[in-house]
């Protein structure tokens, strides 16, 4: 099983629409999350950190769900300029801290 | 944003050219990263710095040879590259390690 898995997409939604991704991990001992936005051959960025009571920033919305070891971000109101590729991001802070990319979720917008 | 820059932004070189990419933080951060990424695929980590150390190194080529001066500055030396190594080099950096890292707009090197 991967480290850090996620559905590549892609998710072709209209705008206005809700939508949603999870990203699932393998290391239950993993103790901070973050999801990414990356653009077409731009750098990935922060997009925000998940608590482990959930967080909203406008539109966008993490989730953490320990016991079935996912994260989720949910996009409301979907807006042609959320086109990207959505990144999951776990980080195991054991011996050495490891933090690992999923490979990510391509979200395409339509009119 | 100034955060992380990384220089040259563009670059082509031949198989049996020397060059080098430079990053540099303006944040601060004690951790340096050195990143692949080819087209479609997903990120590759190659070399991880904590506090001018080399911590990490995923069995990337000797043809790339990492070099940390200061926590400010990061460097990856290329030579003798093969065509497939063409992709884009991205630099972030962190607070500490493990913490969120900050990229910089990458190097798009082609390799002829």
């Known amino acids: 099983r991967k480290e850090v898995e996620q559905d590549p997409g892609p998710f072709n939604v209209p705008e206005g629409a809700t939508v949603a991704f999870n990203c699932t991990y393998s290391?239950?001992?993993?103790?901070?999350f973050f999801w990414y936005r990356q653009d077409c051959r731009k750098e990935p960025k922060l997009l925000m950190s998940?608590?482990?009571s959930g967080n909203e920033d406008g539109r966008f919305t993490a989730q953490l769900n320990r016991a079935s070891q996912y994260i989720s971000l949910l996009i409301r109101d979907s807006k042609l300029s959320d086109s990207a590729t959505y990144l999951c991001v776990v980080v195991y802070t054991g011996t050495a801290s490891k933090l690992t990319f999923g490979t990510g979720t391509r979200l395409q917008v339509t009119l | 944003e100034t955060g992380v820059t990384q220089t040259p932004r563009h670059l082509v070189m031949g198989m049996t050219n020397k060059k080098s990419l430079k990053c540099e933080q303006h944040?601060?951060?004690?951790?340096m990263y050195w990143y692949k990424q080819s087209a479609k695929k997903p990120l590759e980590l190659m070399f991880v710095?904590?506090?001018?150390?080399?911590?990490e190194n995923n069995s990337v080529p000797s043809r790339f040879s990492p070099e940390c001066p200061n926590s400010s500055h990061l460097f990856l030396h290329l030579h003798t590259l093969q065509p497939e190594d063409s992709a884009l080099y991205l630099c972030a950096s962190s607070l500490y390690r493990g913490y969120e890292q900050y990229f910089g707009p990458g190097t798009r090197l082609t390799v002829t």
């Open positions: 290391n239950s001992a993993s103790q901070s």
């Open positions: 998940v608590y482990s």
């Open positions: 944040l601060g951060h004690n951790a």
């Open positions: 710095y904590n506090f001018k150390e080399q911590t």
